[in-house]
């Protein structure tokens, strides 16, 4: 599908634009989970604003930032390409029907960060309950410490069944099942935009 590539900028401009730490410049404070000028209609000026995001996110995620140091960045990729199969009606209705699933395709350096973030929240999950069930707001409470606010935290389900997904500013969607098992991994945005993955379909 030729569809990713602008599921790709959406979703950077997603991750991006969330989160509202204060920064205090030459100029006064601003707000770092906005954008600083008009929204960006060019490679160069998408460029500027994944810059200023992994900036903004290495002075918040200075453990994740220095994991992360030796590799480098890399353009958003499109679809990846194989050798073409010969068409399948069943399969390509199914594929169809499952666009909506399809989640951006990470870099190396965007695959680290976010494993990274994977890792550091598995822990304190795994240190302040284990990895059973676990109420919502003891989850919330968790992630909040380590830095996620509520504004770029969605909290879903209840018992063995609660999840969650993290927009990360700078980063790639973090999300994650309590369980048991517990289970945390970073991915990109979905097509349809978002962290949490969309359910429905035709």
Not at 31 to 41: K, Q, V
Not at 147 to 166: D, H, K, N, R, W
Request: hydrophobic letters at 30%; one cysteine or more; charged letters at 25%.
């Amino acid at each position: 599908m030729r569809r990713l590539p602008l599921a790709v900028a959406a979703g950077l401009l997603l991750l991006t634009a969330c989160g509202t730490e204060r920064v205090t410049s030459a100029d006064g404070p601003q707000d770092a989970g906005s954008p600083s000028s008009a929204r960006p209609s060019t490679a160069e000026d998408w460029k500027k604003l994944a810059d200023e995001a992994r900036a903004k996110h290495d002075r918040k995620f200075r453990d994740v930032a220095a994991r992360c140091t030796d590799v480098a960045p890399s353009a958003s990729a499109g679809p990846t390409g194989g050798a073409t199969e010969p068409s399948n009606p069943e399969a390509d209705r199914y594929r169809e029907n499952h666009a909506f699933k399809q989640q951006a395709p990470l870099g190396p350096e965007q695959q680290c960060r976010g494993d990274a973030h994977a890792d550091r929240i598995t822990d304190a999950l795994r240190e302040t309950g284990g990895p059973g069930p676990s109420d919502e707001q003891h989850v919330r409470a968790v992630l909040e410490k380590l830095g996620y606010p509520a504004e770029v935290t969605e909290v879903y389900g209840s018992g063995q069944a609660l999840g969650f997904s993290i927009s990360v500013p700078g980063a790639p969607c973090v999300s994650g099942g309590v369980g048991p098992p517990l289970n945390v991994e970073a991915h990109g945005v979905y097509m349809e935009g978002g962290c949490k993955e969309p359910q429905g379909g035709h």
